[in-house]
Structure formats: C-alpha cells, structure tokens
C-alpha cells in the first residue's frame, strides 16, 4: 500500500500568512496512527489520492495540504490559498467538509474551526448592515432586539398571523419573524401575509411612533428567493429570513447579493445544524458555521440560548456569539486565530424556549447587543399576546437597570403575571 499519504504530513511545516488552517478533532479508526489518518484528512481534502502516482507536476508539491500539528486528537492542517476559488463557498466546504468524512481510517472526524486568511475574506461580502445598520434601522440603541414567531409556529391563515403580528408589535416588540418551516401554504400564502403584515404595520408605527418590522422567510429554491425579496422590497420591508443550512451556501450567496443590492438585511435561521454540530465528536460545529455565515454575509444568526429549550452549553454558546462579534479572536483550544477586517459583525439571535423570566439570564451570558425571539413566552402569557410583549419588554428594563424580576414585578402587572405562570423553569 502506498504510504504516499504521509508526504501529507510535517511536523515542521511552518503555514504562510496567507494558508486556511483548518482545526480538526481526528479519532482514527483501528489499526490506523493518529498521523496516519491526518495524512488522509489532509490528502483527500487538496491534492492527494490512495496510491502513488507515475508522474505528477511540479505544482502538486506546492498545494499539498499539511498536517503541521498534532496535539492528542486535534490536529491542525494547512491549505495553501492556490487551492481555493475565491468567493466561492461550496467549494471550500467540498474541500475541508467534503469526501474526508466518509473515509474508512478515519472512525469519527469534526471540523473544529477554520482560521480564513485575510487575502481570502476579502473575497466575500461579508454583513451589509451587521449590529450598528440594524440598530440604526430599528431606531434601537441599547438594548437587545427583541421579535416573537406566531406560535404554533405553522397553521395559522395569513389573517390571523397578521393579527398577532399586531399584538406583538403594540406591546413594544420591533419584530415578528417567521419559523423556519413556514414559507408559502395553501391556508397562509407568502404574498398574502407580507401585504396584510406590512398594512398592520403601518398602522402600529402611527399607534406608537416605533420602527416595526419582520423577519419574513423566503427559503426555497434560488429564483424564488430572489422573486420573493423583490416583493418585500417593494413593500417597504427591510429583512428576509432564509433557512441557511437547508438552502445551502451557493443559493445564500446569491441572496446575499440579491438582497444587498435591495438594501435588504437577511437574518439567517439554523434550521439542520444539529444534523451535523450536536455530536461533538463528529460533524462540523456551529462555530464554524457561524464563521462562514458572517464571512458570506448574514446580518444575524440564531446561535442558541443555553437556559431555552435546544441544546448548546453556555460556552459553546458565548464562542459563537463572541466570534460573530469580534473584530479579532484570538487563539485556543478549540479556536483559532480569526481577524475579520472590514467584515461587519453579526447580531447573535437567541431563540427557543424563552420566557421572561429566563430574559435576564441571557443577557448575562450574551449582553445587549442580541436579537431575543420570545414567542411561545410571550403568546402563552395569561392575558395574551400584547401583555406577553410588554412583560418581556418589563424583564429587559429590569434587567438593564439591574433590578431582580421579583423586585420588578411589584410595580409591572404584566411581567408578575408571566412570572407567577413561568417562574424561572428552563423548557425541556
């Protein structure tokens, strides 16, 4: 058997300034060397292949990946930047996400982290608005953001999630988003909620003198999208929603351009990332998918709420968060060295089992700038969807002005009521 595979490997190797270095946790399979398999990671994932060759150019030995650092199970391989199309996404996923997941030496493999040279970010776009549009647009500016989902999160007819999408807004909420798996429906067409949504819309903003907007979902295939992000721009919206895991980087590329040229934001729902980062022993984690999120260009991205109902440790959560953030991350274990440039930062979204009471404690972990999706903790409320709005709103003040909800709620009705239903209980 060739043994071509470790060529793929040293030890001494010193990257270029302008290498991807990618972080992978590598558990080889029996038989195989930890430096075994990492020759075959970083083989199969640039110029390698099973055996050796008769005759090869000179060119091969200058973008052959390398496996530079062993460290237990992580390892650190490098990719010279002549092996990349820049902008292009997909193909650095087939790359170091691609065939390197099936091999046979390797029994499980996650992609930890990629550190992305600045000659290669520039490449992309990166957030049109990122945290400062985004306040701007919504006249926000210090507090998180805060938006609610219609819940059930699908079944309601256009009408009707039209007028809760009113409650939501009168009791001081600036958004109303939908959820992932609510597009188009025969009972609630896409056209038919946006127009109602945005008269509703006008309306509040008269009411209450607020910016009010939505988080309209327009996942589906490529020119759909853009049909549908033309008509929520010529209806004065400001935001598109897409479902970035299942639509796939090249169809949220094209979106990312379609809709900077609209001015639109886009807020980019995670829906499938658990398919492949809940395991943290193979897969890709959502670090990374955060990371090629911003660089691609989302202006939000939802990255857990660690006391909600979905799972993510207050760790992994604040790692994604502060990433998206960040100007600059600096190196560690499961991190590498990451300077984003001009790439504009990201809102982290918190969503998925939220109630008022739990409001406080997410702000610990995540701080004001966030966007805070509260929807069955402010629809479950007992006087309804307006009062659930306004006791969320009551857990912000509170919370931002130091003051414990219990001493809060003595003088807000509203927050008394969603705490005396809710407490401080974390949802299964």
């Known amino acids: 058997m060739s043994e071509w595979y470790l060529d793929f490997v040293d030890l001494n190797h010193k990257p270029s300034k302008d290498d991807l270095i990618c972080l992978f946790r590598i558990e080889p399979a029996t038989g ?18 099973w055996t050796d060759l008769y005759k090869l150019p000179e060119r091969i030995k200058k973008i052959m990946a390398v496996a530079f650092e062993i460290k237990g199970n992580y390892v650190k391989i490098a990719y010279p930047i002549d092996l990349w199309e820049k902008g292009n996404a997909p193909q650095l996923l087939s ?52 938006g609610a989902v219609p819940k059930p999160k699908i079944g309601y007819s256009a009408e009707e999630h039209a007028k809760i999408a ?7 909420f600036d958004l109303v988003k939908d ?23 006008d309306k509040t903003e008269k009411l209450t003198g607020e910016r009010k907007s939505a988080l309209l979902n327009i996942t589906g295939e490529t020119k759909e999208m853009i049909r549908k992000s033309e008509l929520l721009h010529d209806l004065g919206w400001e935001f598109a929603m897409i479902d970035v895991v299942t639509a796939g980087t090249a169809a949220v590329q094209t979106l990312r351009n379609v809709c900077g040229d609209l001015g639109l934001a886009i807020h980019a729902h995670r829906a499938m990332h658990a398919a492949f980062d809940r395991n943290h022993n193979h897969g890709i984690t959502m670090y990374f998918l955060g990371k090629i999120m911003r660089m691609i260009g989302m202006d939000q991205i939802h990255v857990g709420t660690v006391v909600g109902k979905l799972v993510g440790s207050r760790q992994e959560v604040s790692n994604v968060a502060n ?3 960040a100007s600059e991350v600096k ?12 790439t504009k930062p990201m809102f ?42 306004k006791a969320a709103m009551q857990a912000i003040e509170a919370a931002m002005n130091r003051i414990s909800l219990s001493e809060y709620s003595k003088s807000h009705k509203e927050l008394k009521l969603a705490l005396e239903k809710w407490g401080y209980s974390t949802p299964k």
């Not at 190196?331 to 984003?340: A, V």
Request: with cysteine.
């Open 166 to 172: 009113f409650e939501t807004w009168m009791g001081g």
């Open 95 to 146: 790359g170091i996400a691609g065939n390197i997941f099936g091999m046979k030496a390797i029994e499980n493999l996650r992609l930890v982290d990629v550190s992305l040279p600045k000659v290669y970010l520039k490449s992309f776009k990166g957030p049109k608005y990122g945290i400062k549009g985004i306040r701007k647009i919504l006249k926000v500016n210090k507090r998180p953001v805060t």
């Open 331 to 342: 190196q560690s274990k499961e991190m590498l060295e990451q300077g984003w440039h001009n």
């Open 179 to 201: 959820d992932e798996n609510l597009t188009s429906t025969s009972f609630n067409t896409f056209e038919k909620r946006i127009k109602l949504m945005a008269k509703l819309r």
């Open 32 to 49: 195989f060397s930890m430096k075994e398999a990492a020759g075959r990671v970083a083989s199969e994932s640039s110029a390698g292949t």
């Open 323 to 325: 990433m998206i953030k």
């Open 348 to 389: 982290p979204v918190s969503s998925g089992g939220i109630h008022p009471g739990l409001i406080p404690k997410i702000m610990e972990i995540l701080g004001n700038d966030c966007v805070l999706l509260v929807s069955g903790g402010i629809h479950g409320h007992p006087k309804g969807t307006r009062q659930g709005a």
